[in-house]
Nanobody
Framework: VQLQASGGGLVQPGGSLRVSCAASGGTLRGLTMGWFRQAPGKEREFVAASRWSGVSKFYADSVKGRFTLSMDNAKNTVYLQMNSLKPEDTGVYYC????????????????????WGQGTLVTVSS
């Protein structure tokens, strides 16, 4: 499975942005999908994830209530809707996937994922 992230850009604090992750070479069925981000000089950190059924979703405390992950199985695309953006949300956003249902204790770990997109830059600044 190849993942292609897109939709990043420059947005003002308080604004909204939606990034997308298109999967090719396979379907989303059976995949757990996640979003991670990496700010300059920092380690990659977990943002959000969902098992392919979409029933169970997980969010980092720092984005709860502001970010929403959704999956469109017909389009083989995963979205991350980001609202009320803050400067500390700035970073390269990566989508990731793995072909199994991850349990809660491992879903936020980068080593749990086997497929990675190339990342899309989100800059929150006035």
């Amino acid at each position: 499975v190849q993942l292609q992230a897109s939709g990043g850009g420059l947005v003002q604090p308080g604004g909204s942005l939606r990034v997308s992750c298109a999967a090719s070479g396979g379907t989303l069925r059976g995949l757990t999908m996640g979003w991670f981000r990496q700010a300059p000089g920092k380690e990659r950190e977990f943002v959000a994830a969902s098992r392919w059924s979409g029933v169970s979703k997980f969010y980092a405390d720092s984005v709860k209530g502001r970010f929403t992950l959704s999956m469109d199985n017909a389009k083989n695309t995963v979205y991350l809707q980001m609202n009320s953006l803050k400067p500390e949300d700035t970073g390269v956003y990566y989508c990731a996937g793995v072909r199994r249902n991850l349990i809660a204790s491992t879903i936020a770990s980068t080593v749990s994922y086997e497929y990675w997109g190339q990342g899309t830059l989100v800059t929150v600044s006035s």
